[in-house]
């Protein structure tokens, strides 16, 4: 076998592991997965989970990573569209809200998200290749940079705030808020609660309200 395809058959098995592990930890939750169940589910020894993945933080690490590597494809998407900068904005917002029954991997992924920096939080130490999961939080952050420099010139943002620490801002406050309204769906609400998607709704146009111009 050749070096790329040596390669490519690497990469491949080092995905599934990950996906494998997401369901996983999504199902059972983050302490109750075992490295021996990763490797049983995805049909491989535990020796060759270990080489990928020495310990099962690094293995958290990667899944993590992942979760925020598709957030990066969305924004870019959404980042480049042929719209104004608070139009794109807002669909920054919707996509955060990330409702189950409208885009379950999005939603899936923020409960992820969410456990994950639960579970880093209260690490004793800083978990091994956290390092990773920051500079893609980074990259994010550079994206959403293209919104503000865009705003300031359509006009379509206010321009006598902090444009840059404002915006970022919203989009923390509603990701946040957004994970966990979404983790507490299966909770069964008295009558007189408002909806989960109306708080949503609501948050995003006081949010918003505050950028307009």
Known sequence: MSGGMREKKKNARYKS???????LFLEN????????????????????????FPKKE???VAVAVSCLEKIVEDFQRIVTANSSAYDRLEQVLDYLMGHPTEKEE???????REAFESYASFAKKSLDGIEEYIETQKVIALILMKIIEDGKVDGSIRKDIPV??????????YGTFGNNISLKSAISYLEEDIAIHIQQRM??????SYLRP
């Open 17 to 23: 592991i990950v996906k494998t592990a997401e369901q």
């Open 29 to 52: 939750g983050l302490d109750a997965v075992q490295m021996q169940d990763v490797a049983d589910a995805d049909g491989i020894g535990i020796a060759t989970l270990f080489r990928y």
């Open 58 to 60: 690094r293995l958290i």
């Open 106 to 112: 999005v939603w899936k992924s923020a409960r992820f």
């Open 164 to 173: 840059k620490e404002a915006i970022i801002t919203i989009v923390n406050a």
């Open 203 to 208: 948050l995003k146009e006081i949010l918003l």
